[in-house]
T-cell receptor, first 112, second 115 residues
Framework: QQQVKQSPQSLIVQKGGISIINCAYE??????FPWYQQFPGKGPALLIA?????SEKKEGRFTISFNKSAKQFSLHIMDSQPGDSATYFC???????????FGQGTTLQVKP | DAGVIQSPRHEVTEMGQEVTLRCKPI?????LFWYRQTMMRGLELLIY????????DSGMPEDRFSAKMPNASFSTLKIQPSEPRDSAVYFC?????????????FGPGTRLTVL
């Protein structure tokens, strides 16, 4: 119940295309869903986050879609750029403990 | 702000040796987290502190691992004795509880290699 399942494990997209990464959770006590971006040799950095009271959040080219009933959420990267090539982690935070449970990560490669 | 600071950035040691990883959280943050990242297991939470007090150490793999936070600006993760399977990147993260969520800021990590 503490798991967050992320897919796909890896993704190759052409420049200008749309990258989509999906996550699913089971624990209804999760109440905060961030996405982290990690470049090689660096720590993860917060990219965008959503609370379950909204179904979508957009920041620039990055959009989170959230489906509370299905317990799923996804990251969409519009107009993908080579500079977006990185590993992306979804996560879910428990409303009581504040612990973050991370998905397994998706390695994105955007080809020029 | 300099962000979360970790040292050393790289550590190579031999099996059986003691290893100490250090972390300085962002000033004013009240939570500190230690994570381990490997290809096989991804990002694993080892332990976290709130106001310098350990709250949950259920992720610590075994008694060889210990963590301390003697004050609000410093924490250590110690492995004694180290084993080759401890080789990983260890991240420290800190956050400030806003009352509704906990945005964590990660340090650059320490890459540990145990020979």
């Amino acid at each position: 119940q503490q798991q967050v399942k992320q897919s796909p494990q890896s993704l190759i997209v052409q420049k200008g295309g749309i990258s989509i990464i999906n996550c699913a959770y089971e624990n209804t006590a999760f109440d905060y869903f961030p996405w982290y971006q990690q470049f090689p040799g660096k720590g993860p950095a917060l990219l965008i986050a959503i609370r379950p009271d909204v179904s979508e959040k957009k920041e620039g080219r990055f959009t989170i879609s959230f489906n509370k009933s299905a317990k799923q959420f996804s990251l969409h990267i519009m107009d993908s750029q080579p500079g977006d090539s990185a590993t992306y982690f979804c996560a879910a935070s428990h409303q009581v403990t504040g612990k973050l449970i991370f998905g397994q990560g998706t390695t994105l490669q955007v080809k020029p | 702000d300099a962000g979360v600071i970790q040292s050393p950035r790289h550590e190579v040691t031999e099996m059986g040796q003691e290893v100490t990883l250090r972390c300085k959280p962002i000033s004013g943050h009240d939570y500190l987290f230690w994570y381990r990242q490997t290809m096989m297991r991804g990002l694993e939470l080892l332990i976290y502190f709130n106001n310098n007090v350990p709250i949950d150490d259920s992720g610590m793999p075994e008694d060889r691992f210990s963590a301390k936070m003697p004050n609000a600006s410093f924490s250590t993760l110690k492995i004694q004795p180290s084993e080759p399977r401890d080789s990983a990147v260890y991240f420290c993260a800190s956050s400030l509880w806003t009352g509704s969520y906990n945005e964590q800021f990660f340090g650059p990590g320490t890459r540990l290699t145990v020979l």
